[in-house]
Each structure stands twice: as C-alpha cells, then as structure tokens.
C-alpha cells in the first residue's frame, strides 16, 4: 500500500472507533462488544475436545475469543494511562495490532470449518482483570501481559500438541504464529512492570505475589515453558517462584 493510501486507510476508522466506543468513559473499562458470544460464568464453559469437529471448533472459538479481548486490553492500555514514555504507547499499538491479527487468522479457520466467531459461549477472564487493574499501572502490568498473557505461553505447546492429534495442522500453524509474538507481548509487560518498579522504587519480585493477593490473579500451575518464558525476560528465579 502507498504511504497516502495507507494514511488515509488507516486514519479514517480511528475517530469513528474511538467516540463509540472509549472516548469519556474513563471510569470503568470498556470494550468495543459485540452482541454474540453471549458470555457466561468460566464454569459454565463446557470442555472441549478437538477429536470432533464441533469440539475443534469449540476449542477455536475459545482461543479467538482471548485473542479478541486481548485486542481491547492492548488499546486500553494505550488510552488509559496518561504519562508514560512513547515507547510505553508504540509497544502496545503493535500489541493491538498483533492481537487482531491473530483473531483474524483464527477467526478464518473457524469460517473454514462451517463456523463463526460468536456462535458458541464464552467467559471473559482476560477482560476482567483489565477492569479490575483499570487504576493501578503497575499491577496492569504485573497482571495481565506478565501473568494471563504468560500463561498462554506455557498452554500454547500442549495446545498444539493436542490439534496435531487430531490432525489440524492449520491450527498448528496459527499458533505457532500466536506463541512467537506473544513471547513479544510478554516481554513488553515485563519491561514495563520493571520500568514502573523503578521509577517508584518498589521491588519487583517481592511485589508480585503481593499484587497477585491483592487482584485475585488466578493461580500458575507447573509446567510452565521455561524456554518461552526466558525469551520474554522473566528470570530463572521469577519462574521458580510461580507454582
Ligand atoms: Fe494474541
Ligand atoms: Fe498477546
């Protein structure tokens, strides 16, 4: 695309979005919603196997779903918090756009298998956490790119395992693109979550179990993929101290 095209691409949508949907709604966390998936309580979310269509379908769904709210968490991280270095808003606009990205291509597939996002059930653990981080920078960070982020990180490799299976190498394929540059968005939340610990003299790693208390982060269970999680900055001692 030329430089005018894309400009003018990409320009025009920004004000349309933004009024509709986040523009003098500081108060609480908001997200663009569509109508369907209707939402319901994480437990009500029936487990899904990928050794039927439907059921791989359903596990898809579920994935597009994380990918989709992670959209609005990335550009809620852009808008909300005032005062941070350029750096702070470039590396979450590419977040954002890695996110849709990953929707999309998981949202193609289920197109392919007769399927659409929307048409199963779904729970909002990811945006929740948005909400309730939505005062607190530091704990933002500490717990969603750098905690439900990362544990898709350690869920990604037996994920594919299991599609591999059940002998949907697309799927495969897709996450291994989502599994490389979420190491990426791990990494931007851990540079931030160390960044915001310095400038406020806080210790990072003594802080975190604090946080996690205090926000009812779900709790990390072993194993965790030490390779990617290296990759994404944590330190050999920060992941012994997870699970
Ligand atoms: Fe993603
Ligand atoms: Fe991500």
Redesign the pocket.
Known sequence: MSPIASLVTCTQPIWPFFSRSLIGRRGRARKRRPSRPPLVPPKDVPTRTPFTPEGRARLLHAIAHIEFN?INLALDAVWRFAGMPAAFYRDWLR?AG??AHHFTLLREHLQGLGFDYGDFDAHDGLWLMTQRTAHDIVARMALVPRTL?ARGLDATPPLQAKFARAGDARAVEILSIILR??VG?VAIGNHWYRWLCERDGLDPLALYPELAARYDAPRLRPPFNREARRAAGFSDEEIDRLG
Do not use: I, L
């Open positions: 992670a977040v890695e996110e982020e540059d979420e968005h």
